[in-house]
């Protein structure tokens, strides 16, 4: 369930908050220009872009892993999207960054019916949707592909966070909905792979210990139960979504990696409410020089590594002297 690619830069279509969806020319892809490298795990090359796009096109959804603070990361999505949507099957967007509650003020904003602002207004974007996410949504509403506002809102997943599940199951019957039907969450290999990531944080925010592991085991579990909400709900967006869409019709559905990578999180809950759909994983990697790095030490991550440009860090503040 892996692969990979050859050095290429991104130039995504520049897109300021002023700039009308309408003035996206709707066969317009951005520019490739070699910035980027994109391997194939299968076997263990690298590959073109469209190469790789080639492949992901035969596939019923296709997940972009991102990292969020990437500016190419966010490149690429955006070259992605418009190269699937050049051929000729129908396009889904589906994005983790908006919640289910929101998907009206989303259609609205996609049919005209209301403005940018008012959609910002209402639709709770992510802190840098201007520069991350604006690209996508406006391509879509340009080509009229529907978006999903695929996540579980961030209230009901906190929610989670502190109770448990059994928080999920004592909704109203107008908030459930706004969660999957189905949660699944077993203590399998997605399990190990997310308390991993939670080692080095303490119950109570300082240094863990071994006087707060219990504590620290309680709350890695109500996170845990947190994140599979948001897994099992995104899959369940991107299901209905494929179903609407009717025969023929292609998911692009972008999200943090972890949900995804390894083919886990979101994608293994696809899987298992689709048995035999074609799913392909992109898993965007930062990495400091592209020409240098090694992407096959990244391949279980997905079926193709992107390799992108990590920006430079920020300069250190200087330091004030004490008076």
Same mark, same amino acid.
């Given at each position: 369930m892996l692969r990979s690619a050859t050095r290429v830069t991104i130039l995504a279509l520049t897109l300021t908050g002023a700039a009308c969806a309408r003035s996206i020319p709707p066969s317009l892809a951005p520019t490739l220009r070699g910035e980027n490298r994109f391997y194939d795990s299968a076997t263990g090359r690298d590959v073109t872009f469209e190469a790789m796009i080639r492949a992901a096109s035969r596939s019923d959804v296709v997940f972009f892993g991102e990292q969020h603070d990437d500016p190419g990361t966010h490149r690429a999505e955006l070259a992605v999207l418009a190269a699937l949507g050049n051929g000729s099957r129908p396009v889904v967007l589906s994005l983790e960054m908006f919640e289910r509650d929101v998907q009206g003020v989303l259609d609205d904003y996609l049919a005209g019916r209301i403005s940018e602002s008012d959609f910002l207004a209402r639709a709770r974007p992510w802190e840098r949707y201007t520069t991350d996410y604006r690209a996508l949504v406006e391509l879509a509403r340009a080509r009229g592909w529907p978006v999903v506002a695929a996540n579980v809102p961030r209230r009901l997943a906190s929610a989670v966070s502190r109770g448990g599940l059994a928080s999920i199951e004592g909704l109203s019957s107008a908030e459930r909905p706004l969660a999957a039907r189905d949660i699944s969450c077993p203590r399998d290999v997605y399990y190990e792979k997310f308390a991993a990531q939670m080692q080095g944080h303490s119950a109570g925010g300082g240094p863990a210990s071994a006087t707060d592991s219990a504590a620290m085991r309680k709350m890695t579990d109500r996170f845990y139960e947190a994140q599979c909400v948001k897994d099992?709900?995104? !899959?369940?967006?991107? &299901?209905? +979504?494929?179903? +609407?869409? /009717?025969? /023929?019709?292609? %998911?692009?559905? %972008? #999200?943090?990696? @972890?949900?995804? #990578? @390894?083919?886990?999180? *979101?994608?293994?809950? &696809? &899987?298992?409410?689709?048995?035999? $759909?074609? $799913? *392909? %994983? =992109?898993?965007? $990697?930062? %990495?400091?020089? &592209? #020409?240098?790095?090694?992407? +096959?030490? @990244?391949?279980?991550?997905? #079926? @193709?590594? $992107? =390799? *992108?440009?990590?920006?430079?860090? !920020?300069? !250190?503040?200087?330091?004030?002297?004490?008076?």
């Open positions: 099992e709900t995104m !899959a369940e967006s991107i &299901v209905t +979504a494929l179903g +609407a869409a /009717g025969q /023929g019709a292609l %998911v692009l559905h %972008v #999200d943090g990696a @972890f949900h995804s #990578d @390894f083919g886990l999180g *979101t994608a293994a809950r &696809v &899987v298992r409410r689709r048995p035999g $759909i074609g $799913i *392909t %994983v =992109l898993s965007a $990697i930062p %990495v400091d020089a &592209v #020409d240098r790095a090694s992407p +096959a030490e @990244f391949k279980e991550h997905g #079926d @193709f590594v $992107i =390799l *992108t440009r990590k920006p430079p860090a !920020a300069p !250190a503040a200087p330091s004030t002297p004490k008076p």
